[in-house]
């Protein structure tokens, strides 16, 4: 069901807040944890959405030597999550030291192993600040279609990019590497600080896998009817 490829993120301070938003909108089964509320509450968030029996995106984006990113995804993968982030410019040689931490750490944990999967380029960005703020020479599209090249040739199950992007990523990537997109917007929301967005149909047209979506649902004056007017544009 298209319903379950959404992903709602818990972008609040607190626990108390991130529950009472789980328990108002029941019919979401796949939420993301970044690090506002991971940074507050620690792994009991991940403990109160395993009860409901949801799926869980942890989204905090490691960044590190490999060293350190293999031992937080060693860490990581006793949560029983279902995705974790890494920077790709992280480099293939932690990308991989992450992602066999993860399966080691899975195997003692016994638990599923994580779908690890690859930051591209913040939907944040935009090519001028590529080009002129981080000087990278190439295009917006071929930077990011490397990054998730990068992410494929060092073992990741997939990678995160915008709707943008996605068209271009499944091509070269083919059908079993994840595509997750934040900076989907229906017509109808603001876009805020996504430079690179699609409406949800598009996304999912374009081949994305998993479309986040958060302020226009959990900022909205009524979170339950935008859901279902979101569930209505792509069912």
């Given at each position: 069901?298209?319903?379950?490829?959404i992903?709602?993120p818990?972008?609040v301070p607190?626990?108390t807040?991130?529950?009472?938003?789980?328990?108002?909108?029941?019919?979401?089964?796949f939420?993301?944890?970044?690090?506002e509320l991971?940074?507050?509450?620690?792994?009991?968030i991940?403990t109160q959405?395993?009860?409901?029996k949801k799926?869980?995106f942890?989204?905090?984006?490691?960044?590190?030597?490999?060293?350190?990113?293999?031992?937080?995804?060693?860490?990581a993968?006793?949560?029983?999550?279902?995705?974790?982030?890494?920077h790709a410019t992280?480099?293939?040689?932690a990308?991989?030291a992450?992602q066999?931490?993860?399966?080691?750490?899975a195997?003692?944990?016994?638990?599923p192993?994580?779908?690890?999967i690859?930051?591209t380029?913040l939907?944040?960005?935009?090519s001028r600040e590529?080009?002129f703020d981080?000087?990278?020479p190439l295009?917006?599209?071929?930077y990011?279609?490397?990054?998730?090249?990068?992410?494929q040739e060092?073992?990741?199950?997939g990678?995160?990019c915008?709707p943008?992007?996605?068209e271009?990523l499944r091509?070269?990537?083919g059908d079993?590497?994840?595509?997750?997109?934040p900076g989907?917007?229906?017509?109808w929301?603001e876009?805020?600080d996504?430079?690179?967005?699609?409406?949800?149909s598009?996304?999912?047209?374009?081949?994305?896998d998993?479309l986040?979506i958060?302020r226009?649902?959990?900022?909205?004056e009524?979170?339950?009817?935008?859901l279902?007017r979101i569930?209505e544009e792509?069912s």
């Amino acid at each position: 069901m298209n319903t379950e490829k959404i992903i709602v993120p818990l972008d609040v301070p607190t626990i108390t807040e991130a529950i009472a938003l789980i328990d108002q909108l029941p019919q979401v089964s796949f939420w993301k944890v970044g690090l506002e509320l991971f940074v507050s509450t620690g792994p009991e968030i991940l403990t109160q959405l395993k009860q409901r029996k949801k799926r869980i995106f942890l989204d905090l984006k490691f960044h590190d030597i490999p060293n350190t990113v293999a031992g937080a995804c060693r860490a990581a993968s006793q949560y029983g999550v279902d995705l974790i982030t890494i920077h790709a410019t992280a480099g293939k040689v932690a990308l991989k030291a992450a992602q066999k931490a993860l399966e080691d750490g899975a195997k003692v944990a016994d638990k599923p192993v994580p779908n690890l999967i690859a930051i591209t380029l913040l939907t944040s960005l935009n090519s001028r600040e590529l080009a002129f703020d981080l000087k990278i020479p190439l295009e917006l599209p071929e930077y990011a279609l490397q990054m998730a090249l990068l992410a494929q040739e060092s073992g990741l199950a997939g990678a995160v990019c915008s709707p943008q992007e996605v068209e271009q990523l499944r091509r070269t990537c083919g059908d079993d590497f994840l595509l997750v997109c934040p900076g989907v917007r229906p017509t109808w929301a603001e876009k805020g600080d996504q430079q690179r967005s699609f409406t949800p149909s598009q996304a999912l047209k374009a081949g994305a896998d998993y479309l986040v979506i958060g302020r226009p649902i959990t900022a909205s004056e009524d979170p339950v009817a935008a859901l279902q007017r979101i569930f209505e544009e792509i069912s």
